[in-house]
């Protein structure tokens, strides 16, 4: 069982910044993806950034440049810097990891971010 507990999400300015959290119970290392995804009110939920095997990283086309996904193996941590921020960024984010052999899918319980205008 994985466990996911996201941080980080609040009310921010058009133009400004924001870091997500996302701490995983044990090693990071084994994930076979662990990214970022996000839900606008009446939206599907959409990727916005991944981490795949052998440290591939994909952003989504809308936040290309602005949004920076990382990991820290030591604290089995994955974070989400998110700059430049606009209105349309306004979701609650959700932090998940892929597990292989079989396919296994966590999510963690999100967290809200606001951006206004």
């Known amino acids: 069982q994985v466990q996911l507990v996201e941080s980080g999400g609040g009310l921010v300015q058009a133009g400004g910044s924001l870091r997500l959290s996302c701490a995983a119970s044990g090693n990071i290392f084994r994930f076979n993806a662990m990214g970022w995804y996000r839900q606008a009110p009446g939206k599907q939920r959409e990727l916005v950034a991944d981490?795949?095997?052998?440290?591939?990283?994909n952003y989504a086309d809308s936040v290309k440049g602005r949004f920076t996904i990382s990991r820290d193996i030591v604290k089995n941590t994955a974070y989400l810097q998110m700059n430049s921020m606009k209105p349309e960024d306004t979701a609650v984010y959700y932090c998940n990891a892929v597990l292989a052999g079989p396919l296994r899918s966590y999510w963690g319980q999100g967290t809200q971010v606001t951006v206004s205008s």
């Open positions: 981490i795949r095997s052998g440290g591939v990283i």
